[in-house]
Structure formats: C-alpha cells, structure tokens
C-alpha cells in the first residue's frame, strides 16, 4: 500500500521568509515517482516537480528546492524569500511502481502574509 | 495546447438526483483519470482509464458511480443516486504515458442538498 502524510495542515508565513513543506511518504516498491502539486484559490492543480526514486539529487528551480532523502523516506519542498502568490494548497503525491496511479497526500495550505 | 475542459463548473442536486460530469483531455494523452476532491483534503483516485479500458476502479462506488471513455478520448462521470457525502469537487487529468505528470482540469463542483 502506498501512503502520503503531510504532517502540516496549514502554515502561516510573513512575506519574505523562508518556508518548508513536509512529506512523508510510505511505499513497498523500490521504483516509485514522487511529485509536488500547487492548488491556487481558482482551483486547477499545477504540477511543480517530479523525481524518481533512483534520483536522490536536490533540485533547485528559481525560489523553489526539493529535498528527496530516501533514508527518511521525505521529500520536502522549501519556498525561499516567500512572495503572496505563493498562497495556495501544496499536495504531495506519489506513484508507487510507476504504474501512474497517483496518491495524493492531504496538503498544506500555505499563507503569505504581505 | 488547450488544457483538460471540463463541464459543468458548478452543479446543485437534491439527494437521490443524479448527475454528469464530462471530461475531455489533452489531445494525445491516453490516461485519463477521475479524481474527487473532498473540502479539505486530497484528491482521491476514483478511475483511472488508459486509452477507453479501465485500468483502476478500486475506489469508485459502483453502486452509485459510473465511468466511460468511449473511443478512448472524452470521459463522462455519472452519479446516481447522489447522496449527501457526494458533495466534492470531481477532478479530472490526462497524462502523456511516460512522463507521469497529471494535467488537470479547473474541477467540477457538486453540491447535494
């Protein structure tokens, strides 16, 4: 069985700060897909990142960074220098075997306060 | 490229009414899927369709939902009869085989009254 926990269910932030959004993922397959989601207020999910389970290297794209650690089976997404469009919904997800049968987790809201 | 359409945005039902979703993906993307979105939590799958055959339907409630893909292009969603719990938003996305990335529509927003 495949899992998702995002630990945090909302998060609170000043404009500029740093901010992190945990994940934590459980699977029994060696090859799996993890993946990153944004849910604005309007509602469409926009996909950020993907990585596979073979690939524990962070990744970096503009104010955005990923860090997949397979030992503690997490793969956190860290938002630098916050800006307010940042606020919406992050969900977590996973594709255990990759058989693109996607587990989402229950997601962080997350508000920038100007 | 156009982006996963779906219609109606926002449907009002009474219980025991019924009620379809229609659904049309990304030109060339065989995957399609059914996902919904309950206030406050995840998207959870209900099917996942791979050209007009059903790959996954584990979590669809087959007393009362059902799924089609005919020709392997648009999909449509049926509820009947709706219940109380039904109320969510029905989300669907397409995929490209191997890139995995789900493309997904702006939802259909349901309310059973």
């Known amino acids: 069985a495949q899992k998702v926990t995002q630990a945090q269910t909302e998060i609170s932030v000043v404009e500029k700060e740093d901010v992190t959004l945990d994940c934590v993922y459980e699977?029994?397959?060696?090859?799996?897909?993890l993946f990153w989601y944004k849910q604005p207020p309007s509602g469409e999910l926009v996909f950020l990142i993907r990585r596979n389970s073979f690939d524990e290297q962070n990744e970096i794209s503009g104010r955005y960074s990923w860090n997949f650690q397979k030992s503690t089976s997490s793969f956190n997404f860290t938002i630098t220098a916050s800006q307010v469009v940042d606020s919406a919904v992050y969900f977590c997800a996973l594709d255990s075997g990759g058989y693109q049968k996607v587990t989402f987790g229950t997601g962080t809201k997350l508000q920038v306060i100007p | 490229e156009a982006g996963v359409a779906q219609s109606p945005r926002y449907k009002i039902i009474e219980k025991r009414q019924s009620v379809a979703f229609w659904c049309n993906p990304i030109s060339g993307h065989a995957t399609l899927y059914w996902y919904q979105q309950i206030l406050g939590q995840g998207p959870k799958l209900l099917i996942q369709f791979q050209n007009n055959g059903v790959v996954d339907d584990s979590q669809l409630p087959k007393d009362r939902f059902s799924a089609e893909r005919l020709k392997g292009v648009d999909s449509t969603l049926k509820i009947q009869p709706a219940k109380l719990e039904d109320s969510a938003v029905y989300l669907c996305?397409?995929?490209?085989?191997?890139?995995?990335?789900?493309?997904f529509g702006e939802g259909s927003r349901l309310t059973v009254l």
């Open positions: 699977t029994r397959d060696t090859t799996y897909y």
């Open positions: 996305a397409s995929s490209y085989q191997s890139t995995g990335e789900l493309f």
